[in-house]
């Protein structure tokens, strides 16, 4: 199965957001989703499908940045 992906755009994307995303992904168990960071853009990458990638890059999201949606660029 290829990975699936999930990108998210922010304003002001805090410079420590993926190493506090890390940790949170990690327990989440498996399958494993990784977070890496490409200017003001995070992706979020997983070998599931890519609802599972959404949900979980999103719970991640809520847990070290509650506010995350507010400044997420659609």
């Known amino acids: 199965m ?14 420590d957001l993926v190493d506090r995303l890390r940790p949170v992904l ?3 168990g498996s399958p494993p989703i990784e977070a890496t960071a490409d200017g003001a853009t995070v992706v979020f990458r ?14 991640a999201l809520a847990v070290v940045w509650p506010t995350w949606q507010q400044r997420a660029q659609l």
Not at 2 to 15: H, I, N, Q, W
Not at 46 to 59: H, L, P, S, Y
Request: charged residues 25%; hydrophobic residues 50%.
């Open 2 to 15: 290829e990975p699936a992906r999930y990108v998210v755009t922010f304003a002001d994307l805090p410079l």
């Open 26 to 28: 990690a327990a989440q």
């Open 46 to 59: 997983g070998a599931t499908g890519e609802f599972m990638v959404r949900a979980r890059a999103a719970d």
